[in-house]
């Protein structure tokens, strides 16, 4: 089976821009995650969703941050405006109910 | 408090011998689950094991197992045979339920693992 996809695979933009990143997760899979990944550091969860519906943002910074899984299937992440704080690697993952997640690849965001 | 501490940094293993990585965990749950996963340089999170808090047995999977050790809340990780393939960022993670029913899934800091030819 396909795994979870996600693009770009890179991307570097200046503070202050927007980005958007995009997670396409494994099919059947009803959880997705967004993580961050600072150099040097464990995955953070930024957002969970079941479905399409929002189980915890608790941890996402939401004046700057949004995220959206339209039809409980793709999904999109979105910074703007981007500081430098935000460089960091982007994980998407996904999972049946209450099992293992599977992750992408990651988009590595560089903000000068 | 910390929910997943792994207190090594850093390990380097020789190549065909065993190598145990260590993760302790917090939570007050009674259902709960730890995971380890592999980050290789390329970068991306390789699932490798699995442990229920309710499981008696402790998991395996090929060479990797987990020592699941309730009362101490730890689940270290051992690998056994290390390939120089194992060279790795190595995270354990735990799994609880949340009030919604569904699962939050935490990760520690990870262990760098080298392997020594």
Known sequence: EAGVAQSPRYKIIEKRQSVAFWCNPISGHATLYWYQQILGQGPKLLIQFQNNGVVDDSQLPKDRFSAERLKGVDSTLKIQPAKLEDSAVYLCASSRHNTEAFFGQGTRLTVV | ?117
């Open chain 2, 1 to 117: 408090a910390q929910k997943i501490t792994q207190t090594q940094p850093g390990m380097f293993v020789q190549e065909k011998e065993a190598v145990t990585l260590d993760c302790t965990y917090d939570t007050s749950d009674q259902s709960y689950g730890l995971f380890w996963y592999k980050q290789p340089s390329s970068g991306e999170m390789i699932f490798l094991i699995y442990q229920g808090s309710y499981d008696e047995q402790n998991a395996t999977e090929g060479r990797y197992s987990l020592n699941f050790q309730k009362a101490r809340k730890s689940a270290n990780l051992v690998i056994s045979a290390s390939q120089l393939g194992d060279s790795a960022m190595y995270f354990c993670a735990m799994r609880e339920v949340g009030s919604g029913g569904y699962q939050k899934v935490t990760f520690g800091t990870g262990t760098k693992l080298q392997v020594i030819p």
